[in-house]
């Protein structure tokens, strides 16, 4: 493995670790050779990811932790830092990947939900990243990875919580990277593009929005949460050492085409 990539005696907390995307990027930080710590709300979901991950990728049980995890919770995201450090001494990548989100006509969006989302990705993220802040600072380093999306950057019909909480979290990127710097902590964002998982996955496949996005999609298909995963440990590696502030687009070329999901796909020219 290439010393620029090499995750080795680095610690990482992962929250939404137990599915989706944040359990592909802790596989990913294990087999860069680092450890990872776990944070999801359903421990059985927990204990079930840490097993799976440490069957997988061969690594020592001491190298794969975790525990239930609620971002909305002050005393939750306190313990989980603590048991964090207390296991691994130092935490060295946070990767904030919890979320969730609803889908219905903004009409019908109460309040209440609206806030709900906001909760889980933009106050839920802020919370974790004050937590490691103060062990990150007293290292002299530290990578903070938070999981924007492509609907920071373009239209996505009914999700509109969703889509205002995602384009917070680039505005909270900016913000944690300029200020952070100083104390060697690295903050930047990654806006995946369509992933089908447990979270998205009624919507896309099988669906006439999937029809319509694939097309839309220069690499014409779905990502995976692997390839989100790859972008993750660049980002926490010594290979991304001056990379500050940056929000890195995983989208297979959807953004190229400037268009969002609502939008009817254009007319193919017809091969001759």
Not at 28 to 51: D, H, L, N, P, Q
Not at 237 to 242: D, K, L, N, R, T
């Amino acid at each position: 493995m290439s010393e620029r990539f090499n995750l080795s005696g680095q610690t990482a907390l992962v929250t939404g670790g137990a599915s989706g995307i944040g359990k592909a990027i802790a596989q990913a930080i294990i087999e860069a050779g680092g450890r990872v710590w776990i944070g999801s709300r359903t421990a059985e979901k927990v204990e079930s990811a840490i097993s799976e991950l440490r069957e997988i990728t061969g690594a020592a049980e001491d190298a794969v932790l975790g525990a239930s995890l609620d971002v909305t919770d002050d005393q939750s995201v306190e313990k989980t830092t603590a048991d964090t450090l207390d296991a691994f001494g130092r935490v060295d990548i946070l990767v904030n990947s919890a979320g969730i989100i609803i889908k219905k006509p903004t009409v019908e969006l109460t309040l209440e939900e609206f806030n709900t989302v906001h909760e889980s990705h933009v106050t839920g993220t802020l919370r974790c990243c004050k937590a490691v802040a103060p062990a990150m600072t007293e290292q002299g380093s530290g990578s903070i990875i938070n999981i924007a999306s492509i609907s920071s950057f373009v239209d996505l019909v009914e999700v509109t919580a969703y889509a205002a909480a995602k384009s917070a979290i680039l505005g909270l990127t900016r913000s944690l990277a300029n200020e952070w710097a100083k104390h060697g902590i690295r903050t930047n964002a990654i806006a995946p593009g369509f992933i089908p998982t447990d979270l998205n996955r009624k919507f896309l496949e099988g669906t006439e929005r999937g029809r319509r996005i694939i097309e839309n999609t220069p690499m014409e298909r779905f990502g995976t949460a692997d390839e989100i995963a790859g972008a993750a440990v660049f980002l926490s590696s010594p290979g991304a050492s001056f990379v500050n502030g940056h929000t890195l687009v995983v989208d297979g070329g959807y953004l190229a085409c400037g268009i969002g999901d609502s939008y009817a796909p254009w007319a193919r020219p017809e091969e001759d």
